[in-house]
């Protein structure tokens, strides 16, 4: 059986395989991004795939504190769009 490397939430501390989390980098530049390669470089940051989830990573200004910058609005709907995906 392969492993499954497992990566920790930010926002629910849950250990999840990769395909149930989106990954958040901020990049060399200060840019904060979405990583569907999961291979970026930069800070990353796991958020599991669940609107409740990023609800309350935008409401708790959780990404905003771990990267330590301001997150815009919009960014967290593209996460919310990801969901579905």
């Known amino acids: ?3 499954t490397p497992l ?10 395989p990769k395909e149930q ?6 990049t060399k530049d200060a840019t904060i991004t979405f990583d569907p390669t999961g291979k970026m470089n930069g800070r990353g940051a796991y958020i599991k ?8 990573a935008q409401q ?6 771990h990267f ?14 990801r969901c579905h995906d």
Do not use: A, G, Q, W
């Open 49 to 56: 795939k669940d609107i409740d989830v990023i609800k309350k």
């Open 60 to 65: 708790k200004k959780i990404l905003s504190r």
């Open 1 to 3: 059986m392969k492993h």
């Open 21 to 26: 989390l989106l990954r958040v980098v901020k």
């Open 68 to 81: 330590e910058t301001n997150i815009p609005v919009e960014f967290y709907d593209l996460l919310e769009e």
């Open 7 to 16: 990566r920790t939430c930010l926002v629910t501390r849950e250990k999840l």
